[in-house]
């Protein structure tokens, strides 16, 4: 089996630039979360509407097209292929700047969708060839530090964008920054061997899809971690699209006090409520977020090492232990409590990322994971980004005649459930990845 021969240094920066990429896929993603209070208010929309652009409309295409997408990854150069899908998906933010009306709001958002997806699962596979087995949990926990930077980076600098020049400027700049990133990423990053740190006799052939459904169907554990993270993903999804109206409908006019050590570089003098939330809700995203998914890596790379059910046990738990944390923090009336106790489910929450990707590239063989990796993906986002964000904007619409402006906070406070489904399944899971676990460890 031949070998990476690639320094750790440029080990490293591949990891970096992986990173950056996946930072604008989310920045892309959730970008219209912050931006939600002022595209409803200037186009009129309802939160049903808001849902379904951030929601929906992305979700389509981008799980859709995930599978075929990755089935060419498994096959050419998936440097080229996610190129050209930060490209795509760059340009159509862009040209959710230029949107006038609701449908033609949806109709970009279905091509941010359509452009990520082929920024994921192509990562993920490449990963895989770039880092051996005892570290890819972690190496998986650092690519995915892209969704807490990526989505904080989205929120904060979507408010201030919209603070100084408008929620349809924002779209813009932050698109065309995705597009100068791409030529980039191309002259920089080499496609590895495919297989280099598995097992010797590894399958590197391009597998169909029908052969790699086959093999995912004998293992069970697949299925189950895919709909545990599914059910997570409702609440994360729903989360990083609606924290940011609930802190501002629920505290705005504390917003302000909450913030006032900061200098008036970062907050201008008269700076909206909107402005303020980014800031909140960025801050939790990005230190939370940083903390939980690093955790998680560290862990399952620890403990996975003795027993592979770690891989699903980890997260379990950290599921359950972050409920009764975001219940509180829901219902707090004061803001300084809520950030604290918004902080830990925000780490927990998301320790699931660097055991559960990491398993994936273990249940099967090299020449089928980005394929695998997109059937995850499939099933995560339509269930999560999907209906996560819609299920809560349905919500809160519902309960408006009884709670008012309030609404959202009881909406949200709904979506627990799912954070105990996703723990029970992981628990489920766990027994089942020791009997369907591919290969063993095998040293850089």
């Not at 596979?125 to 892209?146: C, E, K, N, T, W």
């Not at 590895?192 to 995912?216: E, F, N, Q």
């Not at 907050?267 to 955790?295: H, M, Q, R």
Request: net charge positive; aromatic share 14%.
């Amino acid at each position: 089996m031949a070998r990476n021969t690639v320094s750790p240094g440029y080990r490293a920066y591949v990891l970096f630039i992986l990173v950056v990429v996946y930072t604008f896929n989310f920045i892309d993603r959730q970008i219209v979360g912050i931006l939600a209070v002022p595209i409803k208010a200037d186009l009129g929309l309802s939160d049903t509407q808001l849902s379904l652009m951030g929601g929906l409309a992305f979700a389509l295409f981008y799980t859709f097209l995930g599978i075929p997408i990755a089935w060419l990854a498994d096959r050419y150069s998936r440097v080229w292929i996610m190129t050209a899908a930060l490209t795509v998906w760059s340009g159509m933010t862009a040209a959710c700047g230029y949107a006038q009306n609701f449908g033609q709001l949806f109709l970009a958002r279905l091509g941010v969708g359509v452009g990520e997806a082929g920024g994921v699962a192509p990562a993920y596979s490449l990963i895989a060839d770039y880092f051996p087995s005892h570290q890819r949990a972690r190496a998986l926990s650092v690519y995915s530090f892209g969704i807490p930077i990526g989505g904080a980076t989205g929120i904060i600098l979507g408010g201030v964008l919209t603070d100084i020049i408008g929620w349809r400027s924002a779209f813009i700049i932050v698109g065309l920054c995705g597009v100068a990133i791409a030529p980039i990423f191309r002259l920089t990053v080499r496609e590895p061997t495919r297989g280099a740190y598995d097992p010797k006799g590894s399958d590197t052939t391009p597998a169909p899809i029908r052969a790699v459904i086959a093999k995912l169907t004998n293992k069970p554990s697949f299925w189950v971690l895919s709909l545990g993270a599914a059910s997570s993903s409702m609440m994360g999804y729903g989360l990083i699209f609606w924290l940011p109206s609930f802190f501002v409908r629920s505290f705005g006019e504390a917003l302000p006090g909450f913030f006032s050590w900061m200098p008036g570089a970062l907050i201008p003098e008269g700076a909206g409520t909107v402005l303020y939330a980014s800031y909140f809700y960025g801050s939790l995203l990005f230190i939370g977020g940083l903390a939980g998914i690093w955790l998680g890596g560290m862990l399952a790379d620890k403990f996975g090492q003795k027993d592979k059910a770690a891989y699903a046990l980890i997260p379990a738990w950290a599921f359950l232990a972050s409920v009764p944390f975001f219940i509180i923090g829901v219902m707090s009336s004061s803001l300084g409590l809520a950030f604290v106790m918004f902080l830990v489910p925000t780490a927990l929450s998301l320790v699931w990322l660097g055991p559960v990707l990491s398993a994936f590239q273990h249940l099967v063989s090299p020449n089928m994971r980005a394929t695998a990796s997109s059937i995850f993906l499939f099933i995560n986002n339509l269930i999560g980004i999907a209906l996560g964000n819609l299920i809560i904007g349905v919500l809160s619409d519902f309960l408006r005649a009884q709670y008012g402006d309030e609404s959202l906070r009881y909406a949200i406070l709904s979506g627990t459930v799912f954070y105990v489904l996703a723990a029970v399944m992981f628990f489920v899971a766990a027994p089942r990845l020791r009997n369907d676990w591919e290969g063993e460890y095998e040293s850089a």
